[in-house]
């Protein structure tokens, strides 16, 4: 028997209901409701700083228009943040549609670093170590599922994006963020491996959940992470634990250095002790 065309053209599928519609990918803006309905968030100063924080060294100007996809703000909120923030002198526009952040910013940036008490310690001891070691060191702590750095110093330019204190880089892949997962309470360790995207930068980057986890085990067995070109090829890095009076992981200490230049051998024999022993005298400070 033969078909008609329109059979045809019929799929045995045509009768299935249509796919769900996706899921909309979250945005900063969206990360807001989980405030709705409470009566002391104030969520015109929380869509401020995300228009604050939507600026990047790849995108340190933008218009309205491209603020609003970035953020998932309205384009009239967008205006708002930026015309308050243009008034108080910590943003502006020199062609009138594209914005940036002035220098003012910096003035939130170093009222932190003077007055934490880590970030405020840590910058000598770090500046001392490189004058000796001519080695590049940093001092970060956890946000989220980031590393940010709280105090930096640089000898040598060891990666091709440029650190400095506020910088953030993911913690599943680098030396410091494996110190600081791996000392975490096991209930918040388990909500970060829930829900994080163990994206690869590198060949080598860790992307399974099991194998982090043994990653993690190794850290806590032998007291220092060591993470090879995971984050970026040709960068590895050494970190330590830094630990409050409670006993507490609060931050960690790293060297980072070009792989080919510092072998994985000089790494752990020639600076594990120095890092151990700059990591025990900031804990002083803390204590």
Do not use: W
């Not at 996809?69 to 243009?86: D, E, F, H, P, Q």
């Not at 989220?144 to 506020?166: C, F, K, P, S």
């Not at 993470?227 to 970026?232: I, L, N």
């Amino acid at each position: 028997m033969s078909l008609t065309p329109r059979q045809a053209l019929a799929s045995p599928d045509s009768s299935l209901p249509p796919a769900p519609p996706a899921e909309p990918k979250p945005t900063p803006a969206s990360s807001l409701d989980i405030f709705t309905g409470d009566p002391n968030f104030m969520t015109s100063l929380a869509r401020g700083l995300i228009v604050i924080q939507a600026f990047t060294q790849q995108s340190p100007q933008m218009t309205i228009s491209q603020l609003s996809v970035k953020t998932g703000l309205s384009r009239a909120a967008v205006r708002r943040c930026l015309y308050t923030l243009t008034k108080l002198g910590f943003a502006g526009a020199e062609d009138g549609s594209r914005y940036s952040l002035r220098p003012r910013m910096l003035t939130l940036s170093h009222t932190y670093t003077t007055s934490n008490t880590l970030s405020a310690a840590a910058q000598p001891i770090l500046e001392r170590m490189s004058a000796a070691l001519r080695e590049s060191f940093s001092v970060a702590t956890l946000d989220g599922e980031d590393i940010v750095y709280i105090a930096r110093t640089q000898v040598n330019r060891v990666m091709a994006v440029d650190l400095h204190i506020g910088s953030r880089l993911p913690a599943y892949c680098t030396s410091m963020g494996r110190v600081l997962l791996a000392y975490l309470p096991t209930e918040q360790l388990e909500q970060y491996l829930a829900k994080a995207a163990l994206t690869p930068h590198t060949t080598r980057t860790i992307t399974s959940v099991e194998k982090l986890r043994l990653a993690l085990r190794n850290v806590r067995r032998n007291g220092y992470a060591l993470v090879d070109q995971e984050y970026e090829v040709g960068l590895r890095s050494l970190a330590v634990p830094v630990y409050a009076s409670s006993g507490r992981v609060v931050a960690t200490l790293n060297l980072s250095g070009n792989a080919p230049r510092i072998s994985v051998l000089e790494m752990q024999s020639r600076f594990l002790n120095h890092l151990r022993n700059a990591a025990n005298e900031l804990s002083v400070f803390l204590n």
